[in-house]
C-alpha cells in the first residue's frame, strides 16, 4: 500500500491514530482534576511504565483532557540538569501558566503576587529581569528567593495555585521522564505540592517516568507515598492490541485477513511501540487491500531487523563490555525480574562485584528495580535482542587491580 497513507505512528511521544486503552487512567485523571477545582484534595499521579508502552501519548492525553476543562498545562521534560537550569525551565513555563491563567491586564491581586514571586525565583538566574519582562513588576522580598531549591520551588508552585484558584482555574504540571531529574529537584517538588494539597490549592503534579520511581520517590521525602499515585501503564490485552492493530488500517480501506493479526499479537505482545512498528511494516508490504498471513510474517522480519538496528541498538552503544555480558547474562535467564545474585553466578562473580556494573545499568536507564534485590529490563523484549545479537554467552576475566 501506498506508504504516504501509512497511519501507524512508530515515533517516541507519536499521537496514535487510536488510542486504545487507559480508560482506567483517563477516567482517574478527570475525577482528579474535578476534585481540585471544587476545593478537595487528590493525590497526584506519577505514570510508570516500560520504553515504548505510551507513558508520554498519555502525558499528551491528559493535556489535552485538562485544555478541554480550561486547566492550564506546564509541560515539561525533565532532563539531567543542574539546578539552576531546572529552576530555569521552571521559571520559564511558570511564566507561560501565570499567562494563561489570566492576560497580564485582567490579573487580579493573587496573579499580580506570583508574577512577583516569579520575579524573586528567577533573580538569580536571570538577573536582567528578561524572565518578567513586561511584567512591570518588583520582586517580592523574602519570597522564592531564599536560594534553597525546595522553599524557593515551594513559594512559587504556592502562588501559582493561588492566582489560578484566584482566576477560577488550576494548574496541571506534566512532567516527562521524571526518573531524570536530580534527587534535590524531585524533592523540590515533593515538597511544594505537599505545601499546595495542605492548602487545597488547584496545582497538580502529573509525571511519566521508568519504573524505578516509587522507589525513588520514597527515597526523596517519607510522605510522597501518600502524596502520589503510582498507576503502572502495561502492554494492551489482546483486545486492545487487536484493535490498535487493525483500526487505523481498516479506516483507510486495508483489511487484516485471519492469521495475519495472530502474527502481529504474537510478535508485539501488545506493546504499544511494537505494535505501531509492525502496522506500519504491514502496511508497506501489503500489495492488495488485504494483509495476509505470509505479509504478516515477512513484517514480522522487518520489524525485527529495524529494531535490532536501531531501537535495542542504540541502547547497546552506550554500554560497556562488562556491562553488555550482564545484560546477555539476564536475558539467558529470561525476560522478567532476576535476582542479583542469579545473575552474578552467571558471570562467576560475586553479587558484590557486580553491584557497580548493575547499578551503572539502573543509573543509566537500561534497567530497574521491580523490588529490592531484582533487576528487569526496561526495554520489552530486550532479552530476544540480546539473544539475537550476542549468541554467545562470555564471561569476560575478573581484571585484578595490582598495588
Ligand atoms: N494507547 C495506545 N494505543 C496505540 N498506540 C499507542 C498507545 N500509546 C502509545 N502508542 C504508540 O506507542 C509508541 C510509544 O509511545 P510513547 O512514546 O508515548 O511511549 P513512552 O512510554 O513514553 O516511551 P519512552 O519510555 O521511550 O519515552 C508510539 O509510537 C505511540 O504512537
Ligand atoms: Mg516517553
Known amino acids: 500500500m501506498d506508504p504516504r497513507r501509512n497511519p501507524y505512528t512508530p515515533n517516541a511521544g507519536a499521537m496514535p491514530p487510536v488510542l486504545v486503552g487507559r480508560r482506567g487512567e483517563m477516567e482517574a485523571f478527570e475525577v482528579l482534576l474535578d476534585r481540585l477545582r471544587a476545593g478537595r484534595t487528590e493525590q497526584s499521579m506519577i505514570i510508570t511504565g516500560l520504553r515504548g508502552v505510551g507513558k508520554t501519548v498519555l502525558l499528551t492525553e491528559f493535556g489535552r483532557i485538562a485544555a478541554d476543562r480550561d486547566w492550564v498545562a506546564i509541560e515539561m521534560e525533565a532532563a539531567k540538569h543542574d539546578d539552576d537550569r531546572f529552576r530555569l525551565e521552571l521559571a520559564r513555563e511558570s511564566r507561560r501558566a501565570l499567562l494563561s491563567i489570566a492576560p497580564r491586564q485582567r490579573w487580579g491581586e493573587r496573579a499580580r503576587r506570583a508574577a512577583r514571586i ?8 536571570d538577573p ?14 523574602g519570597h522564592a528567593d531564599s536560594g534553597f531549591l525546595d522553599a524557593d520551588v515551594q513559594d512559587l508552585m504556592v502562588s501559582l495555585g493561588e492566582a489560578a484558584s484566584e482566576h477560577q482555574t488550576g494548574v496541571i504540571l506534566l512532567l516527562d521522564e521524571i526518573q531524570l531529574l536530580e534527587t534535590s529537584q524531585f524533592e523540590a517538588l515533593i515538597v511544594a505540592i505537599h505545601k499546595t494539597v495542605q492548602r487545597s490549592l488547584p496545582l497538580v503534579l502529573v509525571a511519566a517516568g521508568l519504573p524505578q520511581l516509587p522507589a525513588l520517590a520514597g527515597e526523596a521525602k517519607s510522605y510522597s507515598e501518600r502524596l502520589f499515585r503510582f498507576p503502572g501503564i502495561d502492554s494492551l490485552n489482546d483486545d486492545e492490541a487487536r484493535l490498535a492493530l487493525s483500526q487505523p488500517a481498516a479506516e483507510l480501506g486495508l483489511e487484516f485477513l ?40 515477512q513484517a514480522r522480519l522487518v520489524v525485527e531487523e529495524k529494531l535490532d538496528t536501531n531501537f535495542f541498538r542504540v541502547r547497546l552503544d552506550r554500554t560497556t563490555e562488562l556491562q553488555r555480558a550482564y545484560l546477555r547474562a539476564m ?14 553466578r552467571m558471570l562467576d562473580r560475586t553479587t558484590q562485584q557486580c553491584g557497580t556494573i548493575r547499578s551503572k545499568l539502573i543509573e543509566k536507564g537500561l534497567l530497574y528495580q521491580p ?21 554467545d554467552l562470555t564471561v569476560p576475566p575478573i581484571r585484578h587491580r595490582h598495588p
Open 128 to 141: 536582567d529581569g528578561r524572565l518578567t519582562v513586561g511584567f512591570e513588576v518588583d520582586a517580592l522580598e
Open 331 to 344: 536475558a539467558e535467564l529470561g525476560p522478567g525480574p532476576q535476582r542479583a545474585a542469579a545473575v552474578a
Open 371 to 391: 523490588q529490592h534485590g531484582d533487576a528487569a529490563f526496561t526495554v520489552p523484549h530486550f532479552d530476544r535482542h540480546l539473544k539475537r545479537t550476542i549468541p
Open 118 to 125: 516569579l520575579r524573586s525565583f528567577s533573580m538569580g538566574i
Open 258 to 297: 485471519d492469521g495475519a493479526i495472530e502474527v502481529g499479537l504474537e510478535f508485539t505482545e501488545g506493546f504499544p511501540y511494537f505494535i505501531q512498528e509492525f502496522g506500519q511494516a504491514a502496511w508497506n508490504l501489503a500489495d492488495a487491500p488485504r494483509v495476509t498471513a505470509s505479509d504478516a510474517e
